[in-house]
């Protein structure tokens, strides 16, 4: 049933879905299925094979409650066939409860002490007689020992009986939530008193829109208003009469007669005290739910493109991470990212070293054929730059190139427990600055070091399901990593840890085996690391890369079990292995049809093909970089109608942000990002890509900066 229902859902066959479930269930990777087992799944991608994954624990999770209910009614024999079928047909969890609702074991309630003193029984008397008084039918239950001394008590508790008739009916829970999810407003008010306190939420003071067409930014955004404690929400509900209709015709209740009457009432109280706010609460949670995923989302897309940022490359490169009073912490590593030297210079204000500071950026630079220099853009960033400028300016022969870089997330990898590991004897801004270096040589190898959610590109991250969020990122890393491969003699743990069949101890062992036998010559040597066994060999051989070894495919993405295969190949071709690997021409005269044989499917040969034509192909873009106005370093400095370069360092589903140089990001708002209508800005941008924007509006006050990307009029 659970294969079934993802085959339809993903639109494949129901086949790829065993095979995919079968290989995950075995322990297999997902970027290891999505790359090496695409003849027993069909080729599904990664994409696809994260949503399996991710509904296959959701389902497997209703079928274990599902279960756990139907044991449970059965054990109370009310377990009738049809209750039976409506619990074996759903597959939403907030259905299921409402089904398991009426039988689940609560504290003594009202309702419940007044069904002990048969109470439920004069509730269907006035349901059926709605022509006699509620009053009279009521006086054989007067019951003093129950709880129910007189007729008022009595009515009382009939009436607590049928609003439990009504919140735990599951059909009506579920028309009403339809009904409400179509008609209700969200409304957003400021709380009185609150207005300058609040100022950055003065949009939502007195706010209202549509309950289903609100964007996840605008939810989360009130949402973290009510938090703060500068908003109140709650559902405007055009037309509650019609509700209550529905209640009524739902428990088929009577119009007419004081019965009636007295039933029309108790229910309209049911609605007013308790059906109108569970169903609020429930509402704003399931479309806080809905946002909070569409943010995490929004995360993951920014987070992937970060990560696949260019890298600059293996060249020594000096890093300055900038302060002012506390001085601009420096350091030179090489093309490996090793630290070689560091230090401490006082060019700004209170010390004012500006000619002493450019002397030993001079030493560093000429000591260490320094090729980039790496500038966080933190305080002091743009004074730091023009400290740069006049050094290269002044020195012809320092052949290295300037550039702003984001520090996010650098001072927290400073004081992790992993760059204490890495730099024992290091200061911990000193560390910051070997990352804000390290960072431009390979974003990926070095930002797997930090937690994702400290680099910053995210949609109110903080708000959302942190295990959800932390879940989600996890994914994207290892996708990442196994998406561009990993060396494995210069890897650090915390990237092997996120190759594909690899763990922490694992990694560590790889490390440490790496530290006392010397460099990999080949992937086969991976066996002799403590506790690698075969499967996890199988699952991370293909990720990861050794160059200049004794087997050259090793330093490609085939992988070893296909080293047969390429040899056939080459054979066939009257060829080396070594003389067919780039040889375009060759290989695109190769048929896959010719090789296919019980060991490899066509989905294998021509994926091998493909990367004997290009082996261990980067799939990152070309490093760029944005040249920033050396006269704009400060808001103070923009005037309207200025173009500028920036690089987009986060993009969200209004917009996308621009760091143009003055320590405070711009908005391109969605409208802005093109001359056509644009439904979805990560279509037209991503994090890292270099832009030219239009200063449209400064707001030095509440420090915004509006940007356009369109063509001007």
Request: charge should be neutral; hydrophobic fraction near 35%; charged fraction near 25%.
């Amino acid at each position: 049933m659970i294969s079934h229902k993802i085959a339809q859902e993903l639109g494949v066959k129901l086949a790829q879905v065993d095979a995919a479930i079968t290989l995950l269930d075995g322990g297999d990777t997902v970027p290891f299925i999505a790359r090496y087992r695409k003849e027993l799944t069909g080729a599904l991608d990664d994409q696809q094979l994260r949503l399996l994954s991710q509904r296959l624990v959701y389902l497997r999770e209703i079928d274990a409650r599902r279960a756990v209910i139907l044991k449970n009614i059965d054990e109370q024999s009310s377990l009738s066939p049809q209750l039976k079928q409506a619990i074996l047909a759903t597959d939403n969890k907030t259905q299921l409860e409402d089904l398991y609702l009426p039988y689940k074991s609560k504290r003594r309630t009202k309702a419940q002490i007044a069904r002990e003193a048969l109470l439920d029984q004069l509730l269907d008397k006035i349901i059926t007689q709605p022509h006699k008084s509620p009053s009279q039918l009521g006086q054989g239950f007067i019951n003093p020992e129950k709880g129910f001394p007189n007729i008022e008590a009595v009515l009382e508790g009939t009436s607590a009986v049928l609003s439990d008739r009504i919140c735990e009916h599951a059909e009506l829970l579920q028309r009403l939530r339809s009904t409400l999810t179509e008609q209700a407003k969200l409304h957003a008010t400021v709380i009185k008193g609150k207005e300058d306190d609040g100022a950055k939420f003065r949009d939502y003071f007195d706010y209202t829109e549509k309950l289903k067409l609100i964007p996840s930014h605008r939810m989360l955004a009130q949402l973290r208003g009510v938090n703060d404690g500068i908003l109140k929400l709650k559902l405007l509900i055009p037309d509650e009469e019609h509700c209550q209709q529905l209640i009524s015709r739902y428990l088929q209740l009577p119009r007419k007669g004081s019965g009636a009457e007295w039933l029309q009432h108790a229910l309209a109280n049911c609605w007013k005290t308790r059906l109108k706010s569970k169903l609020q609460k429930e509402l704003i949670q399931h479309y806080k739910e809905i946002s909070e995923t569409e943010a995490i989302h929004v995360f993951s897309r920014n987070l992937s493109d970060l990560l696949l940022s260019a890298p600059a490359g293996p060249k020594v490169t000096l890093g300055l991470d900038p302060g002012l009073r506390t001085g601009v912490k420096t350091v030179v590593v090489d093309a490996t990212g090793k630290l070689l030297a560091y230090a401490t210079i006082y060019p700004h204000a209170p010390k004012n070293q500006w000619q002493a500071s450019k002397e030993t950026l001079y030493q560093l630079c000429q000591q260490h054929a320094v090729e980039l220099i790496s500038i966080g853009n933190g305080t002091g960033s743009r004074e730091t730059e023009k400290l740069v400028s006049e050094l290269l300016k002044e020195h012809s022969d320092i052949h290295a190139q300037k550039l702003i870089t984001s520090e996010a997330g650098a001072s927290v990898y400073s004081a992790s427990e992993l760059a204490a590991h890495e730099f024992p004897d290091l200061d911990v801004t000193i560390r910051g600055a070997v990352s804000i270096a390290r960072r431009l040589q390979d974003p990926l190898a070095e930002l797997v070091k930090i937690e994702p959610k400290a680099i910053g590109v995210g949609q109110y991250q903080h708000d959302v399901n942190q295990n959800q969020l932390s879940q989600q990122l996890e994914t994207v890393i290892e996708d990442c990593v196994n998406a561009v491969g990993v060396d494995l003699n210069s890897a650090s743990e915390a990237l092997l840890t996120r190759v594909s069949g690899l763990n922490q101890t694992l990694s560590n062992n790889i490390v440490q085996y790496r530290n006392e036998i010397g460099r990999f010559t080949s992937r086969s040597q991976l066996l002799n690391v403590p506790r690698l066994g075969p499967k996890a060999y199988e699952q991370s051989a293909a990720f990861l890369r050794v160059s200049n070894g004794t087997q050259i495919l090793d330093n490609s993405a085939v992988h070893p079990e296909s080293y047969p295969l390429v040899k056939l190949i080459a054979q066939r071709s009257q060829r080396a292995v070594s003389q067919l690997i780039g040889d375009r021409e060759l290989l695109a005269q190769l048929d896959p049809a010719d090789f296919i044989s019980d060991e490899h499917g066509r989905y294998t040969i021509t994926d091998v093909l493909a990367e004997l034509e290009k082996p261990g192909r980067d799939p990152r873009p070309e490093f760029k970089t944005a040249n920033l106005r050396d006269d704009v370093e400060t808001m103070a400095d923009l005037q309207e109608g200025m173009k500028l370069e920036g690089t987009v360092t986060n993009v969200t589903n209004f917009g996308a942000f621009v760091d143009i140089g003055v320590h405070q990001d711009g908005l391109v708002h969605i409208s802005q990002l093109a001359d056509t209508f644009v439904k979805d800005p990560h279509k037209i941008v991503k994090p890292g890509q270099i832009v030219t924007v239009r200063v449209t509006e400064i707001d030095l006050k509440r420090k915004r900066i509006a940007l356009s990307m369109k063509a001007e009029q």
